[in-house]
Nanobody, 124 residues
């Protein structure tokens, strides 16, 4: 079955950087778009960024555009999120999510497969 395992979260200071990773298994990774979705305490799920199946098209939420960068390695079934210039409002649990299509749909949060999440905390 589909398995998505995130890693790389932690406690950092404002302005720091982090790289999140998601190891995928149980499906043909290169066939599907992937996204990162986050949830801040007491708030709704927020789509952060997505990448198409080939890795040549990416989209990002306005709140992270220019600071976060999504990428994928289809040879090793890995998804990444490079997060720079982190802000306290970036705090939350970050989830890796598998789409059912090849192309990214910005803002989508109704994915069928999710990882367990990794906590990112940005605080001075």
């Amino acid at each position: 079955q589909v398995q998505l395992v995130e890693s790389g979260g932690g406690l950092v200071q404002p302005g720091d950087s982090l790289i999140l990773s998601c190891a995928a298994s149980g499906f043909t990774f290169s066939r599907y778009a992937m996204s990162w979705v986050r949830q801040a305490p007491g708030k709704r799920l927020e789509w952060v960024s997505g990448i198409n199946n080939k890795g040549d098209t990416t989209k990002a939420a306005d709140s992270v555009k220019g600071r976060f960068s999504i990428s994928r390695d289809n040879n090793n079934n890995m998804l990444y999120l490079q997060m720079n210039s982190l802000k306290p409002e970036d705090t939350g649990v970050y989830y890796c999510a598998k789409d059912s299509v090849k192309e990214v749909v910005a803002g989508k949060t109704d994915f069928g497969s999710w990882g367990q999440g990794t906590q990112v905390s940005v605080s001075s």
